[in-house]
């Protein structure tokens, strides 16, 4: 067995002991550390799991869905991992694994389900081919970091590409949808889906359905006047809900003001956007600190 089979565990765990006490969280700082002195221990870790790893992934409702899925798989009797800090880069993923190994490096779980980051998702899936991969949905967030939309896409279909047992992609977003062309299906991948109900659709825009709405509701602003306001994280959670079953009671009780509200905050989220970008104007919070320097 390999030295460092052992000698990693035991450097991070030190590592994560010491930034606990230190900063009092430090959750991804361990994985940094492990990284770069041991770059296999992720996917030699990874590798011990009999049932393999489910990778999630999209915009919006990475981590409710991430719980949900661990959750269900849970009530089946599964040792299930997960990484519940919310830290989705795959240093995040390296730290909560050197919360759970043993010092030998044992893994006592039979299925790894972990939320990544969208750009993030690119550098885990070279170094741990997911056996599932569940994507929800590309939407116009972190115009920063990732630009448009279309791009987020190609980011999460070197996912797809790169799963070797189940793929599932939502439906309702045909970006999302097109990914089945690069699922290797030839080689026995399978490629699912999920949706919503016929009568649901009209509550859980996609960003094509939210861009035409916003064109619409900017000039009707424009016209008479009126701003447009935010509804906070109302779109968030509808996302959240639309990546459960479709027809269950969850979401037949709220699709009704969930929908409404995730209609008019995500559209005017997106508006205030666009304003921004095409007028040149960086965000206000970076407005704000080049003020105080």
């Known amino acids: 067995m390999a030295w460092n089979s052992f000698a990693t565990p035991l450097i991070g765990k030190a590592v994560r002991a010491a930034s606990r006490l230190a900063h009092g969280g430090g959750s991804a700082f361990p994985?940094?550390?492990?990284?770069?002195?041991?770059?296999?221990?992720?996917?030699?870790?990874?590798?011990?799991?009999?049932?393999?790893?489910?990778?999630?992934?999209?915009?919006?409702?990475?981590?409710?869905?991430?719980?949900?899925?661990?959750?269900?798989?849970?009530?089946?009797?599964?040792?299930?991992f997960t990484n519940p800090t919310g830290s989705n880069f795959t240093r995040g993923v390296v730290s909560s694994l050197l919360a759970e190994v043993s010092l030998s490096g044992k893994?006592?779980?039979?299925?790894?389900?972990?939320?990544?980051?969208?750009?993030?998702?690119?550098?885990?899936?070279?170094?741990?081919?997911?056996?599932?991969?569940?994507?929800?949905?590309?939407?116009?967030?972190?115009?920063?970091?990732?630009?448009?939309?279309?791009?987020?896409?190609?980011?999460?279909?070197?996912?797809?590409?790169?799963?070797?047992?189940?793929v599932v992609l939502n439906r309702e977003d045909p970006r999302i949808a097109r990914l089945a062309d690069v699922a290797h299906t030839e080689d026995g991948v399978e490629v699912r889906y999920f949706g919503l109900d016929e009568s649901l659709r009209g509550f859980f825009p996609s960003d094509d359905d939210m861009s035409t709405t916003v064109d619409a509701e900017a000039h009707d602003s424009a016209e008479h006047g009126g701003n447009i306001g935010d509804s906070g994280n109302a779109g968030d959670t509808a996302?959240?809900?639309?990546?459960?079953?479709?027809?269950?009671?969850?979401?037949?009780?709220?699709?009704?003001r969930a929908g409404h509200i995730a209609t008019a905050g995500r559209s005017r989220r997106a508006a205030r956007r666009r304003d921004v970008a095409r007028r040149g104007r960086p965000p206000r919070h970076l407005r704000d600190r080049r003020r105080n320097v």
């Not at 799991?49 to 009797?77: F, H, I, Y």
């Not at 920063?144 to 939309?149: N, Q, S, V």
């Open 31 to 80: 994985g940094k550390i492990v990284e770069r002195i041991d770059p296999q221990f992720l996917s030699r870790t990874l590798a011990q799991l009999p049932l393999g790893v489910v990778l999630v992934s999209g915009t919006n409702g990475k981590t409710t869905t991430t719980r949900m899925v661990a959750s269900m798989l849970q009530s089946l009797g599964l040792k299930v």
């Open 107 to 166: 893994l006592d779980a039979d299925i790894a389900v972990l939320e990544l980051d969208e750009a993030y998702a690119v550098h885990f899936v070279k170094q741990v081919p997911p056996d599932y991969c569940l994507l929800l949905n590309v939407m116009r967030d972190q115009l920063d970091r990732f630009g448009e939309i279309d791009n987020t896409a190609r980011l999460l279909s070197k996912a797809a590409e790169a799963t070797t047992g189940t």
């Open 239 to 256: 996302d959240a809900v639309a990546a459960g079953p479709p027809g269950t009671s969850a979401v037949a009780g709220f699709r009704t």
